[in-house]
């Protein structure tokens, strides 16, 4: 099955992974942004991709719960297929939360109805029900207050922390995280972390693509550095943040660290 | 820099100016010549036409108080109510039919998106006149269909309206509908949303906020056109604004029927564009 040179084995505490990707490939046309990957998510651990824009980084997170189409390989979650045409999505999607770098709110909802939506049309959730989970999710990104304003009325930060409210008030199992923080203002990025931090700590699930290279080093448990397509290096963050062997990741590392 | 005299007002003074300052003086002094003269042609036409004008003549002709006294208050009550009904009604169906048109031309089904394209392309490339004829005069004697009467106003007219509002419609919503961002789709999918729940309670909300400053445009156009239905003949209960306009003239070859019926386009048309262009800006505001 696994014809990759280092055959992932981060955890061997975990039976299966909660994500598993095998040989995936994903193509636009012409050309090939992911060029046969493996990677593999043991349950409650935190994973950072990082690497260069164009790198495939976010195509790979999207393909995770098939936002994107795969070309080719698997995507196993907890160890089911996900690629299988047989496979309900919706049902898949609804264990994996997932949040943007734009961070996608609905702008005709209020904060509180963003987060209630899905979990009164998907899960039948009763109003009332769907209301206190939504208040209590809003309150654990520090948003309790602001559970009435719109999208509009809100700034950036606080944006993205609702859209985090609302793929937490699904129950997931699992969070994908694609440049959570890349739009927002400089001062505003703490926040968000602070609060993508506080989730791991309580054993969430994560796979996280980022540029926030502080936030890789002290949380991620597992660092991947992806080059043109490929894993080019991974391992603890220490060892790849700190004592990269490539040059590509000398390099990127260089170019991000200097600033 | 220094030796350059300025007075008390700290415009520069005349002395020995940086080309810079020539320049930039000799700009600004074109500038004001320009705009003088500007002025002074639009006055000059203003007071030719002003001494050249009949006045009392064209005041009898356009503004006579009397020949518009005699049109109320049948303008309002018949002329102008029976405009809007014509309106709303041909409003309510284009919708209807544009919104139909705008899900087939999105369909995964080829059948359904040629005809869609196919209906769209006829409705929008036929001058409306002709589609009125066809449907009021054309169809009832062909087909022996005698068209119903809604609020005391025969549908011919109506239908024939709405056949070519939906075909400019459907792609107004089309635009709207595709207009809601990808990431939109994205973020409820990734919810667990299906794709018939997403297109509800995600696309569509927003979809409609976006269309609606070019729908109330359509309405106003609707509005002006139903003054060709003036074509199809009408009778006295279900005359429209300007074949009443017409009609009026008709009896004592006077402009101020014509004039008085123009007002009355304008005082439903003037807010309706005035609305759209606040709908505009709200929409600007939300992004």
């Keep these: 099955m696994t014809d990759a040179p280092a055959a992932p084995s981060s955890t061997p505490s975990a039976d299966i992974p909660a994500i598993e990707l095998r040989g995936l490939r994903k193509a636009f046309g012409d050309n090939e942004v992911l060029k046969g990957i493996d990677l593999s998510v043991a349950?409650?651990?935190?994973?950072?991709?990082?690497?260069?824009?164009?790198?495939?980084?976010?195509?790979?997170?999207?393909?995770?719960?098939?936002?994107?189409?795969?070309?080719?390989?698997?995507?196993?979650?907890?160890?089911?297929?996900?690629?299988?045409?047989?496979?309900?999505?919706?049902?898949?999607?609804?264990?994996?939360?997932?949040?943007?770098?734009?961070?996608?709110?609905?702008?005709?909802?209020?904060?509180?109805?963003?987060?209630?939506?899905?979990?009164?049309?998907?899960?039948?959730?009763?109003?009332?029900?769907?209301?206190?989970?939504?208040?209590a999710v809003l309150d654990?990104?520090?948003?309790?207050?602001?559970?009435?304003?719109?999208?509009?009325?809100?700034?950036?930060?606080?944006?993205?922390?609702?859209?985090?409210?609302?793929?937490?008030?699904?129950?997931?199992?699992?969070?994908?995280?694609?440049?959570?923080?890349?739009?927002?203002?400089?001062?505003?990025?703490?926040?968000?972390?602070?609060?993508?931090?506080?989730?791991?700590?309580?054993?969430?699930?994560?796979?996280?693509?980022?540029?926030?290279?502080?936030?890789?080093?002290?949380?991620?448990?597992?660092?991947?550095?992806?080059?043109?397509?490929?894993?080019?290096?991974q391992g603890p963050p220490d060892q790849v943040l700190g004592t990269p062997q490539t040059p590509r990741l000398q390099q990127f590392l260089e170019k991000v660290l200097e600033h | 820099m220094t030796d350059i005299?300025?007075?008390?007002?700290?415009?520069?003074?005349?002395?020995?100016?940086?080309?810079?300052?020539?320049?930039?003086?000799?700009?600004?002094?074109?500038?004001?010549?320009?705009?003088?003269?500007?002025?002074?042609?639009?006055?000059?036409?203003?007071?030719a036409v002003a001494l050249l004008g009949d006045w009392g003549k064209i005041q009898e002709a356009y503004f006579d108080p009397e020949s518009a006294k005699v049109l109320f208050p049948e303008i309002i009550t018949t002329a102008t109510k029976n405009t809007l009904i014509y309106t709303f009604g041909a409003f309510v169906g284009g919708v209807a039919i544009g919104l139909l048109m705008a899900v087939m031309k999105m369909s995964s089904l080829r059948p359904y998106r040629w005809f869609a394209i196919t209906y769209?392309?006829?409705?929008?490339?036929?001058?409306?006149?002709?589609?009125?004829?066809?449907?009021?005069?054309?169809?009832?004697?062909?087909?022996?269909?005698?068209?119903?009467?809604?609020?005391?106003?025969?549908?011919?007219?109506?239908?024939?309206?709405?056949?070519?509002?939906?075909?400019?419609?459907?792609?107004?919503?089309?635009?709207?509908?595709?207009?809601?961002?990808?990431?939109?789709?994205e973020a409820a999918r990734s919810l667990g949303m299906s794709p018939s729940l997403t297109t509800r309670v995600v696309v569509i909300p927003q979809a409609f906020r976006l269309v609606i400053p070019p729908l109330t445009n359509e309405m106003v156009l609707l509005l002006k056109d139903t003054a060709l239905l003036a074509a199809l003949g009408t009778t006295a209960t279900t005359v429209e604004l300007t074949k009443f306009g017409r009609d009026a003239f008709s009896i004592n070859l006077n402009n101020t029927p014509f004039i008085v019926a123009g007002v009355m386009y304008l005082m439903l048309t003037i807010p309706l564009t005035y609305l759209v262009g606040r709908l505009e800006k709200r929409n600007m505001a939300s992004r």
């Design chain 1, 43 to 135: 349950p409650k651990k935190v994973i950072c991709i990082i690497g260069a824009s164009g790198s495939g980084k976010s195509t790979l997170l999207r393909c995770v719960n098939r936002l994107e189409e795969p070309s080719g390989g698997q995507v196993l979650i907890d160890g089911i297929d996900i690629t299988h045409p047989d496979c309900d999505l919706d049902l898949v999607r609804q264990r994996i939360g997932m949040v943007f770098q734009q961070f996608n709110l609905f702008p005709h909802l209020s904060a509180l109805d963003n987060v209630t939506l899905a979990q009164r049309k998907v899960l039948r959730r009763s109003d009332e029900q769907a209301d206190e989970v939504a208040r």
């Design chain 2, 120 to 185: 769209i392309e006829i409705f929008r490339g036929l001058p409306a006149l002709l589609t009125i004829f066809i449907v009021g005069f054309g169809t009832p004697t062909a087909l022996g269909v005698q068209f119903p009467t809604i609020f005391g106003v025969p549908t011919a007219g109506i239908i024939s309206l709405a056949l070519v509002a939906g075909a400019y419609l459907a792609e107004t919503i089309r635009a709207g509908i595709q207009g809601v961002p990808k990431g939109q789709v």
């Design chain 2, 5 to 47: 005299p300025v007075s008390d007002d700290g415009r520069l003074g005349e002395g020995d100016l940086p080309e810079l300052y020539r320049s930039g003086r000799a700009k600004q002094a074109r500038a004001k010549r320009n705009r003088i003269l500007s002025y002074a042609a639009g006055i000059g036409v203003f007071v």
């Design chain 1, 140 to 233: 654990r990104v520090g948003l309790a207050e602001k559970a009435d304003a719109y999208p509009s009325q809100l700034s950036g930060g606080q944006q993205q922390r609702v859209a985090i409210a609302r793929a937490l008030a699904m129950n997931p199992e699992m969070m994908l995280f694609d440049e959570a923080t890349s739009a927002l203002d400089p001062e505003l990025v703490g926040d968000v972390l602070d609060v993508m931090r506080t989730l791991a700590s309580e054993g969430m699930t994560m796979l996280v693509v980022t540029h926030e290279m502080g936030f890789a080093r002290r949380v991620a448990d597992h660092v991947v550095f992806m080059d043109q397509g490929v894993i080019c290096e």
